[in-house]
């Protein structure tokens, strides 16, 4: 933990789920047990949504994976920050490599969607991460810089965001960045928000790492200083995986 706030865990669930899967996984999450001092979010479809935050124990808070950059309107099929507060949603990511790289969303896109999504009373996810491509030619450093700038000049106040690094090379692959790779950049996301935004919002915003953590690894991971918590795709879906990874910072502290 190198920040102030609570260890953090987030399951997104991505586009998966059926009425009957989604209602077996909340029972199985009701009964699942964690520390009262970690921040547990899971993020539904947006048709499951309503079922979830019905149903779901409010130990856990509920995320969308997704929302529309400005007022709610004339945006066929865009869903606004309005309508997600009025199901009593507090969060949502943003940036997801897989609508970076798939809908072609760019960092002033992603910017614009979080600067959006804060000004209405949201809290946001924001994903950033690099691919292997981008890793392996020394542009790491720039892309990440790219991404938190992003957002950086667009927004005045951090508090309500959490940063998920997920290296690209890492998601649903099951190659997991090792602990010390995690560390590395994380430490330089820290020292980045220290020197480009303010020491204050460096020591308290969470940065959480994403990419094939499971329950197995979960616990080493939550080891390193900097790594705050977790941003979980496939693992969040079987519910004792993901109550393992809720415990990954109590095992460390143990
Ligand atoms: C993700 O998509 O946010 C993610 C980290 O996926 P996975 O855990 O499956 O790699």
Not at 98 to 110: C, G, I, W, Y
């Amino acid at each position: 933990m190198g920040s102030s706030g609570n260890f953090f865990v987030a399951g997104n669930w991505k586009s998966n789920g059926t009425k009957e899967s989604v209602s077996k996984l909340v029972k199985e999450l009701n009964s699942s047990k964690f520390p009262s001092d970690v921040d547990v979010i899971v993020a539904p479809t947006f048709v499951h949504l309503p079922y979830v935050v019905d149903n779901i124990d409010s130990r856990y808070q509920v995320s969308a994976q997704n929302c529309w950059v400005g007022k709610a309107g004339a945006y066929t099929g865009e869903v606004a920050p309005e309508h997600l507060l009025d199901l009593g949603l507090q969060w949502v990511i943003l940036g997801h490599s897989e609508r970076r790289s798939l809908l072609k969303e760019s960092n002033e896109f992603v910017g614009d969607k979080t600067a959006n999504a804060l000004a209405q009373g949201m809290k946001v996810i924001a994903c950033i991460g690099e691919t292997l491509e981008q890793r392996e030619s020394g542009q790491m450093y720039n892309v990440l810089d790219g991404q938190l700038s992003g957002i950086a000049d667009r927004i005045a106040d951090w508090e309500n965001v959490v940063v998920a690094y997920e290296p690209v090379w890492a998601i649903g692959t099951g190659k997991v960045a090792t602990p010390d790779q995690a560390q590395e950049v994380h430490a330089y996301i820290r020292k980045w928000l220290a020197d480009k935004v303010l020491p204050k919002v460096s020591g308290a915003t969470r940065i959480i790492y994403g990419g094939s953590v499971n329950d197995k690894n979960s616990a080493e991971l939550a080891g390193k200083e900097d790594v705050d918590g977790f941003l979980v795709g496939g693992a969040s879906l079987q519910a004792a995986s993901f109550a393992t990874i809720c415990n990954a910072n109590a095992k460390v502290a143990a």
